[in-house]
């Protein structure tokens, strides 16, 4: 587990001083991580925004649902293979948090993409560190006595995999849980979430994949794939992804692991939430019958399923038509 941990606290107060006990916490996440509207319209969670550049066209990654309808709507021919994001750096990351943070919040909880595949935890963890003299200063002029707390987590997946640990964090806290507490269960979450991928285009996601690093899509695949309308499923662990299995069809390869997540929902999971991002028209997903099943498997469990549109940064990644499922629960060698 990758985690930074930073800490302002300040003198002990007077015996009898009547210093304020009530300790705000808030969330961060990147963009890219996929998580429920509801989620994101708790004033307590905030949105690094990631811009992405397309030829002559730059998008703002923030969750704004208009954004990510001109996204689709301009780049829905695979125009986003050609793409680059272009992340906030350390200095912008400082000024983010200063003035999201600095005074209104005691604590704070920030969960990135996975280190392995993004800068996005590196420029977070330099960005609070060099926050946290600015929050000192800041929250002495304003007689705060309060210890201030800045948790930077990478979440060693991607896209609603980055998702799963945020929401959780936010059930604990909901929970009222101590901090010791919610970091222990926190990393269990973060080390048993998987996350699957569909590319529905090989071609796409090979030219994607190897900007990131990652080699698990190869030329022959492309080649036989595009010819078979071959759909491969990609599992992602503990900031790694390799490929399991592969299907003729999205319909099948869609069915095979709505179907699966659905067995591993009714095995039990570590966390309540199950969710899937899709980089086109949600109506798509909801024509496959084995969703239902999935659903029905959620409820008898008490697994909140969350049906989302990825990110930008998702879409751009995994291209038009591409989905991710994830959860995170007990270890497993089976695959869709």
């Known amino acids: 587990m990758s985690a930074v941990e930073l800490s302002v606290v300040p003198p002990a107060p007077e015996e009898g001083s009547n210093v304020r006990r009530l300790v705000r916490t808030g969330i961060v996440i990147d963009a890219s991580c996929d998580v429920s509207a509801e989620f994101l319209a ?13 030829g002559a066209s730059t998008y703002v990654d923030q969750h704004d649902p208009e954004a990510s309808a001109r996204y689709m709507r301009e780049n829905g021919n695979g125009e986003g293979a050609a793409g680059q994001s272009v992340p906030l750096d350390a200095e912008q990351m400082r ?5 999201r943070f600095g005074l209104d919040y005691d604590s704070v909880y920030c969960l990135t993409i996975t280190a392995s595949r993004s800068p996005i935890h590196d420029a977070s963890s330099q960005g609070s560190a060099m926050a946290l003299a600015s929050i000192r200063d800041m929250r002495q002029a304003a007689d705060i006595k309060r210890p201030f707390q800045f948790r930077v987590i990478d979440t060693k997946n991607m896209f609603a995999g980055s998702g799963i640990p945020a929401m959780a964090v936010r059930d604990m ?15 269990r979450i ?6 699957y991928y569909v590319p529905d285009d090989l071609g796409y996601a090979r030219t994607r994949s190897r900007v990131r690093g990652d080699r698990s899509i190869n030329l022959l695949s492309v080649m036989l794939g595009g010819a078979l309308d071959i759909k491969p499923i990609i599992r992602g662990y503990h900031g790694d992804t390799h490929p399991v299995s592969k299907y003729r069809g999205r319909a099948e390869s869609w069915g095979r692991l709505f179907g699966f997540a659905a067995a591993r ?15 086109g028209p949600l109506e798509d997903l909801h024509a496959t019958p084995e969703l239902a099943t999935l659903r029905a498997a959620c409820e008898n469990a008490g697994v909140a399923l969350h049906v989302l549109q990825m990110s930008i940064t998702g879409m751009m990644n995994i291209g038009p038509g591409g989905l991710t499922l994830a959860f ?8 869709p």
């Open 328 to 335: 995170s629960g007990p270890t497993h060698s089976e695959v």
């Open 95 to 99: 000024s983010f948090f200063i003035e």
């Open 173 to 187: 806290l909901g929970r009222h849980m101590q901090p010791k507490d919610i970091r222990d269960d926190l990393f």
């Open 265 to 279: 929902v009714a095995a039990g999971l570590y966390a309540p939430h199950l969710i899937v991002s899709y980089a």
């Open 190 to 195: 973060i080390d048993s979430t998987y996350t």
């Open 42 to 54: 708790d004033p307590d969670v905030a949105v690094i925004p990631i811009p992405i550049r397309i």
